[in-house]
């Protein structure tokens, strides 16, 4: 069974610029969330995809966006960087939106730097 | 909203001390919690869950009870290693809409041998 997995590993932006960072969530997993994590924080929810859908968004602007394809990856893009958007970007898979405990599966992280 | 508040840390101990990370939260319903660590340069782990009241999560010899009367959610480990070294993140989810993670600000662990 293959866990997450995320690309690119790093990148670095420059502020302005526009970043796509990928997902493909576990086998049998059709919700992806997104997190950041800013160094020494804990990870915030950015949003939710369920079945190609958006299932729920945290406080995040608009310039964050995703989409989820019908194989369940995902891509989180993030357009006009600013230098506060660097942080480590996880995303987390679940085998369904409606679960009785809502584990969620994280992959190792994209490392972003905003320079 | 829904919030989970860690102790401070770095906490750092000798090997085979006793370990206790508080965590305490507070939700509008009736969530579910999670311990999760994280190691140098990897993502997130679920360390262990709990997902209603009085149940006890345990995994690798660490534990935490689901305390809904004081809302704590402390972990646990009788006798820690050096390989326990990491940054322990407390976390709840509610059972509503999008189900999102809510993390408490995680507590840097440290064991010296």
């Known amino acids: 069974e293959t866990g997450v997995t995320q690309s690119p590993t790093h990148l670095i932006k420059t502020r302005g610029q526009q970043v796509t960072l990928r997902c493909s969530s576990q086998?049998?997993?059709?919700?992806v969330s997104w997190y950041q994590q800013a160094l020494g924080q804990g990870p915030q929810f950015i949003f939710q995809?369920?079945?190609?859908?958006?299932?729920g968004r945290g406080n995040f602007p608009p310039r964050f966006s995703g989409l989820q394809f019908p194989n369940y990856s995902s891509e989180l893009n993030v357009n006009a960087l600013e230098l506060d958007d660097s942080a480590l970007y996880l995303c987390?898979?679940?085998?369904?939106?409606?679960?009785?405990?809502?584990?969620?599966?994280f992959g190792p992280g994209t490392r972003l730097t905003v320079l | 909203g829904d919030s989970v508040t860690q102790m401070e840390g770095p906490v750092t101990l000798s090997e085979e001390a006793f370990l206790t990370i508080n965590c305490t939260y507070t939700?509008?319903?009736?969530?579910?919690l999670f311990w999760y660590v994280q190691y140098p340069g990897e993502g997130l782990q679920l360390l262990l869950k709990?997902?209603?009241?009085?149940d006890k999560g345990s995994n690798k010899g660490f534990e935490a009870t689901y305390r809904k009367e004081t809302t704590s959610f402390h972990l646990e480990k009788g006798s820690v290693q050096v390989s326990d070294s990491a940054v322990y993140f407390c976390a709840l989810s509610d059972r509503q809409g999008a189900q999102k993670l809510v993390f408490g600000q995680g507590t840097r662990l440290t064991i010296n041998p």
């Open positions: 939700a509008t319903g009736y969530p579910s």
């Open positions: 086998s049998g997993h059709n919700t």
């Open positions: 987390a898979s679940s085998p369904d939106r409606i679960s009785s405990y809502n584990e969620q599966f």
């Open positions: 709990a997902t209603k009241a009085d």
């Open positions: 995809y369920y079945r190609e859908e958006e299932n």
